[in-house]
């Protein structure tokens, strides 16, 4: 059997944490796989040279990447990563769970940025980072484009998409007893579901909240938390938002959910919003939401229209139209038939793209790694 080493974290409140725990035991019905911790921002040489030595003692290394886990800023970042691979003697898988627009060819700034400039950390966050990798795993076809325009070669660079993990069967009065400890009565129930940060639009859903004249004013259901607490302010925001639109009254804030309420809570909404802004990563979160078998509507950005194309199981709406929200809103609210519709499409979804069916791609794309390193 293959064997891997696969870099990643194992914490709390981190998505790729939970994808991977998600992916590994389905991958060890293929190859012998070892976790080696991944501690973001541990810049101590010594650490990495230990990390390198556990990921070089496999067939294949498979570091589970974001620009935040190596570094504090472009200087740290491109610092560890250069020693982290030079360190690395196995070819090298990456998956790059988050790909920017390009960068600019210089860092602007003080001192940091000029240090940072020398060591060419405009072009390490930009291509180094995986074209150095034996096989690059990404998640959307705008990501793979991005990195190929930028010279990581077309046969390394392969499109994954997420797993839908396995949905998590939950007891109706559990459910119940979730809505009334966070006092959602009978009302309908409009969620959102994971971090509260700025990549997701709130603004874009209490506004088609307050847009919709639904018969039966729904409730807006956060189900998370910040992850950093630098996105405090965020819940901040959102809490003064909501008072500004008038839906003080209508808005749950659960804060960070232990990972057995999650089902709870995504089974307490009756319509999931995923409002995202940005196109650089494709939601988990959303992929939970798909394993539960939830109607889930979405911005049409490229890797959510992605999904939509691929599965139909997506309600898609323009990402700066809170009428076009409004709308699809008070449609699903008002026609258990097109909710129901929408959940059959989740539940094939999510078995066309269950979590075997990533590992058995992911094993693909290990043995392409080892082939460009012989």
């Known amino acids: 059997m293959t064997r891997v080493a696969m870099y990643t974290p194992v914490r709390e409140r981190c998505g790729i944490a939970d994808y991977s725990a998600a992916l590994v035991p389905a991958l060890r019905d293929h190859v012998t796989l070892q976790a080696v911790a991944l501690k973001p921002n541990r810049l101590n040489p010594w650490a990495l040279a230990a990390d390198a030595r556990r990921l070089s003692a496999a067939d294949v290394a498979h570091v589970q990447h974001t620009y935040s886990f190596f570094g504090v800023d472009q200087l740290t970042y491109t610092l560890a990563w250069r020693f982290l691979k030079a360190a690395i003697r196995a070819p090298l898988v990456v998956t790059a769970h988050t790909v920017r627009p390009p960068g600019p060819a210089r860092f602007d700034g003080g001192l940091g940025s000029a240090l940072a400039n020398v060591v060419g950390a405009p072009a390490w966050h930009d291509v180094e980072t995986f074209r150095r990798a034996q096989a690059v795993i990404v998640h959307a076809q705008l990501h793979r ?6 010279g990581v070669a077309p046969d390394r660079c392969v499109v994954v998409p997420p797993p839908v993990p396995p949905r998590v069967s939950v007891d109706a009065a559990a459910v119940k007893t979730f809505r009334e400890r966070h006092g959602l009565g009978t009302r309908p129930v409009v969620g959102v579901f994971g971090f509260v940060e700025r990549a997701k639009r709130f603004t874009l859903v209490l506004d088609a909240l307050a847009e919709a004249g639904h018969g039966e004013a729904p409730v807006l259901l956060v189900a998370g938390g910040p992850r950093l607490p630098e996105h405090d302010t965020v819940v901040e925001e959102l809490y003064a938002d909501a008072a500004r639109a008038g839906l003080a009254d209508r808005l749950v804030v659960t804060g960070y959910l232990p990972p057995p309420e999650v ?23 959303l992929h939970v939401a798909l394993a539960q078998g939830r109607p889930v509507v979405a911005t049409a950005l490229a890797p959510l229209r992605e999904i939509a194309e691929r599965g139909h199981c997506l309600a898609l709406v323009q990402p700066d139209d809170a009428r076009d929200l409004a709308k699809t809103l008070g449609t699903l609210l008002d026609d258990p038939a097109a909710r129901r519709w929408l959940t059959e499409a989740a539940r094939a979804y999510a078995a066309a793209q269950s979590v075997e069916v990533t590992a058995r791609r992911t094993v693909e794309v290990y043995a392409r790694a080892r082939e460009v390193a012989r």
């Open 145 to 150: 484009q991005r990195l190929l325009a930028r």
């Open 263 to 285: 089902p709870l809570a995504l089974e307490a909404m009756d319509v999931v919003v995923v409002p995202y802004a940005t196109e650089d990563s494709v939601s988990y979160s």
